[in-house]
Structures are given as C-alpha cells and as structure tokens.
C-alpha cells in the first residue's frame, strides 16, 4: 500500500506513520519539517506533489494557534480548510482515488445527546468553522475520489500534551481539586461533562481500516461509551495512588460531547482500549519520560 500522510509530525499522524511502517507499506511523510505547510502561511508549497501510485492521502495537519483567534484565524483557516484543498486537487491530479480528511466531533452544535453524522452543526466559532468549510469543499471533489470526513471526539494516549485527558492526569498528580461543573437538565448529574474518548492506538486501527471502507462520506470516530470527568478522575487517582481532589461547582455546563457509532460499528466494529488500561499507559509512559 502506498500512503501519503499530511501532518506526520502531528500526535495522530506520528501514530499512524509508526503503525504504517510497521507494515510495510510505502509512505510519504508531509509535516512541516518536510516540505509540508508553511507556518507562517498555514499553506502547502506551490509545487508540492503527491507521488504516483498513491493508494490513500490522509489529512490529518492541524493549526497549533486554534486556541489564538481571531488573531490567527487566518492561519487556522489556511491550514484546516486551504491546504486540504490544496491537497486534494494535487490528489485528483496525481489519480488517487482515496482522501481522508480529520475534521472533529466538535463541529456539531452543543447538545447533551449523543451525535450522530447528520446532527446540526455550528459555525459560531473559529475552528468549528475552519472544519465545516473544509468539509464542505472536499464534498466537491467526491466526483474524482472516494472521500471520507472523520470527525473524532476525545482522542488520548501516552505523550499527547495540553489536552483535558493528560491536564486532567497532570493535575491529579499534582495534588489539585477538580472542579465538575452541573447539569442544568440534571441536578442528580455529579459526573461533570461527559466525553467519547478513543485511545490513540485504537484511532489508528480504526484511520488504517478505513482505506478499504469506501462510500462512506462521514463517521464519527470515538470510543463505544461516554465518559464523565469525574470517572477518569477517580481512574487517574486509584491508577497512580493519589486520593483524587473533586468538588462540584456552582457553574453549569452547556452540553456533553457523545457521539454516536452506530455507523462506526456498522461499518468497522473497532474494538476499544478500556479506560484503565488507557490511563495506566499513559502513567506508566509519563513515569518513563
């Protein structure tokens, strides 16, 4: 299999290229080390190419400024929406007939219910929005390839950094309270939110298995349940011996963030990493660094 990775550097990427090598397959690595997205422009070289013979182009680059809009939105807009364009008509050209492109649970409108492909989604916000958009012009190259939007929820693993799974660990390690915020429709709700998590190595299984799954235009992809902040705490404290510090808050949350996998099932019936045995890599890979 011929593959080409855009975003390799990237937490997924980096996992998706070692279980790709693994292998055997033919790789073409694009980060922004390799002549892949300019940081400053957000944009791919003007003659980049994808070499031929390419069976599947993933997209999986992300801008680091998503949290510094709109002062960034630019480069947030280039690098989520412009450059997967780019991409896709350097694809068509050089024939590959499979594109994947990484969008994310969080384009769908706030709800407390589970969300499945087809509910609502929003574009009141920045990064929402670069995904939509991106989403959008991607379906207009589905008459030259098979095109897969996936939209994971919570992904985590060992080494990840400045995402809520590992700042949750770091501050449970650190001996710091946990404040849960209620649930407005719920006051029996002690949890806090509740999120569809998927262990990194279970995500890539799941973007590897997808090259042979065509005809699918969109798929959640997430864990098999949602998760409560308070049950990864008290996970994280009873994994690494630390009485865990929860309180719940005055404050009320706007939504949870469960997806749907009814088609995930349908379509891979993926198995998943339990939350145990997730966290405890990531403590035991955390010890070792």
């Known amino acids: 299999m011929r593959i080409c990775i855009i975003g390799s550097g990237g937490y997924v990427g980096s996992a998706l290229a070692k279980a790709c090598t693994e292998r055997q397959d033919k790789l073409q690595l694009v980060s922004s080390r390799s002549n892949g997205i300019d940081t400053t422009t957000g ?7 994808i070499k031929a013979g390419t069976d599947v182009v993933y997209y999986l680059a992300q ?8 002062e960034y939105a630019g480069h947030l807009l280039s690098v989520n929406c412009a450059a997967a ?15 994947i492109y990484t969008s994310t649970g969080s384009v769908y409108t706030p709800s407390f219910s589970p969300l499945y492909e ?4 929003q574009r009141d916000n920045w990064y929402s929005l670069s995904k939509v958009q991106a989403e959008e012009a991607l379906a207009l190259f589905r ?6 939007i996936v939209r994971p929820f919570g992904i985590y693993g060992p080494g990840q950094t400045d995402k809520l799974v590992p700042n949750l660990m770091r501050r449970v390690l650190s001996g710091d309270e946990i404040s849960i915020d209620q649930n407005p429709k719920d006051s029996t709700d002690v949890g806090g939110l509740r999120i569809s998590l998927c262990y990194i190595h279970d995500t890539v299984q799941i973007l590897y298995n997808l090259i042979e799954q065509t005809g699918i235009e969109c ?16 996970i994280m404290g009873r994994i690494s011996g630390i009485n865990a510090k929860i309180i719940l808050s005055d404050k009320y949350r706007q939504f ?10 349908r379509v891979l019936n993926p198995e998943f990493t339990d939350l145990e045995t997730g966290l ?3 403590l035991m890979y955390q010890s070792r660094s």
């Open 256 to 265: 949870d963030l469960i997806a749907d996998t009814v088609l995930l099932t």
């Open 143 to 148: 008459r030259d390839m098979d095109i897969t």
């Open 63 to 70: 801008s680091p400024h998503y949290r510094q809009v709109p």
């Open 43 to 49: 944009l791919l070289p003007s003659d980049f190419e």
């Open 280 to 282: 405890a890599q990531m």
């Open 85 to 99: 364009v780019q991409a896709a008509f350097v694809a068509k050209q050089a024939g590959v007939k499979r594109f």
């Open 118 to 121: 087809q509910s609502p989604l």
């Open 219 to 234: 798929l959640n992809l997430a864990g098999s349940e949602a998760i409560s902040i308070r049950t990864m705490v008290e």
